[in-house]
């Protein structure tokens, strides 16, 4: 999807000065010397790239440690993945390049979430609008069959039948699950594997979002809440896919350092999704929840935000959350880890009760 943005971003006088694809290995061999000498210098860049300040980052950096693996000890500085990496971030501080490289929002989507906000929607025109756009229909069918909603041996085949297996969220899911896929490249075997870890943890997001809002007062915010937490993470797959194709273009047998590319993700996912939301128009309390979400850097800041935005406060606490149950799978919680998203990183009783019963079923499981 970015590979004419990827190209001109190594054109010209970048490919002059590295013919050589292989310069970064030889320059660590002919220079393996001053490298040894360098190396305590090198080793406090890489700590203060990744100095823990806060549980919220420490939290943060073993989600994406499940997620991606843990980054080699044993390699504190790679000069071919900051390379890499600081071109990406040039291109991440005025996006407009990448924005415009992503395929265009479905009209469906802004119709579907008008209707599914409106508590007394037209169900045949809702199916008319996703009918309307194959690509989405099909993904919707396909979902309705999948094992997790349709519990019968009878075969789904048109968007009526969906619906009702699916319900009104089911049915959003399937139309920004058709959407993402068209951000995910079927030509790289590692985005595939990473890039649907995300879209999980994406799914998982607005499972959670739409738990916590269902049991709280702001139950008329469920559906655009639910949505929210479906594309919240947008900004990990495209800038992921974006380093993909930089390795691809640049050295196609070497992969992106896990250190540079969580890096490159805490700064700036976040705000990329937020770019992405305004560039396809989503409507402005969405938008509006996005940048909020770049701005909640601490959780200390919920219990003052809770009174003036509490659904942004509800999808912060979703996140958190799905990235815990996350690791929680991977068993890389300890008990001063329970205690501290529990007592320090979210705030409302609902997650706190989430959390809990989170909690008990997998003790029941044990």
């Known amino acids: 999807m970015f590979n004419t943005l990827i190209k001109r971003l190594f054109s010209l006088s970048s490919q002059k000065q590295q013919s050589n694809y292989f310069f970064f290995e030889e320059k660590k061999l002919v220079d393996l010397e001053i490298q040894k000498?360098?190396?305590?210098?090198?080793?406090?860049?890489?700590?203060?790239?990744?100095?823990?300040?806060?549980?919220?980052?420490?939290?943060q950096k073993y989600f994406y440690d499940v997620l991606f693996g843990e980054s080699p000890k044993n390699l504190p500085y790679d000069e071919l993945s900051i390379f890499i990496a600081e071109k990406i971030e040039s291109l991440l501080t005025n996006p407009i390049a990448i924005l415009e490289t992503l395929p265009i929002l479905p009209a469906s989507l802004s119709q579907i979430l008008e209707q599914?906000?409106?508590?007394?929607?037209?169900?045949?025109?809702?199916?008319?609008?996703?009918?309307?756009?194959?690509?989405?229909?099909?993904?919707?069918?396909?979902?309705?069959?999948?094992?997790?909603?349709?519990?019968?041996?009878?075969?789904?085949?048109?968007?009526?039948?969906?619906?009702?297996?699916?319900?009104?969220?089911?049915?959003?899911?399937g139309v920004i699950n058709g959407f993402i896929s068209n951000l995910t490249p079927q030509t790289f075997m590692s985005f595939q594997l990473f890039g649907n870890k995300i879209w999980q943890h994406n799914l998982t997001t607005g499972t959670i979002a739409k738990e916590l809002l269902t049991n709280s007062t702001d139950k008329q915010n469920i559906a655009e809440g639910y949505l929210i937490g479906l594309i919240s993470n947008l900004g990990d797959m495209v800038i992921f896919q974006l380093l993909m194709e930089a390795f691809t273009y640049v050295h196609p047998d070497c992969q992106p350092s896990s250190s540079a590319f969580k890096t490159l993700l805490c700064k700036n996912s976040k705000k990329l999704t937020y770019r992405i939301a305004q560039y396809w128009k989503l409507p402005k309390s969405i938008v509006n929840i996005l940048a909020l979400q770049t701005?909640?850097?601490?959780?200390?800041?919920?219990?003052?935000?809770?009174?003036?935005?509490?659904?942004?406060?509800?999808?912060?606490?979703?996140?958190?959350?799905?990235?815990?149950?996350?690791?929680?799978?991977?068993?890389?919680v300890d008990e001063s880890d329970?205690?501290?998203?529990?007592?320090d990183m979210i705030f409302s009783n609902e997650a706190k009760n989430y959390l809990d019963n989170l909690l008990s079923n997998i003790l029941l499981e044990a």
Do not use: W
Request: aromatic share 6%; net charge negative.
């Open 37 to 59: 000498l360098n190396e305590a210098v090198s080793q406090k860049k890489s700590i203060t790239c990744q100095t823990i300040i806060s549980i919220e980052e420490k939290h």
């Open 338 to 343: 329970i205690t501290e998203m529990k007592n």
């Open 116 to 173: 599914l906000n409106n508590n007394e929607f037209d169900t045949d025109l809702l199916i008319s609008i996703i009918e309307q756009e194959p690509a989405l229909a099909a993904k919707v069918i396909e979902l309705s069959n999948s094992s997790f909603y349709n519990h019968t041996s009878k075969e789904i085949t048109n968007i009526k039948s969906a619906f009702v297996i699916l319900g009104v969220n089911g049915l959003l899911e």
């Open 295 to 332: 701005k909640l850097t601490k959780s200390s800041m919920l219990s003052a935000l809770f009174k003036q935005q509490p659904l942004a406060c509800y999808i912060y606490e979703a996140n958190l959350l799905s990235e815990f149950e996350i690791r929680l799978e991977h068993s890389t």
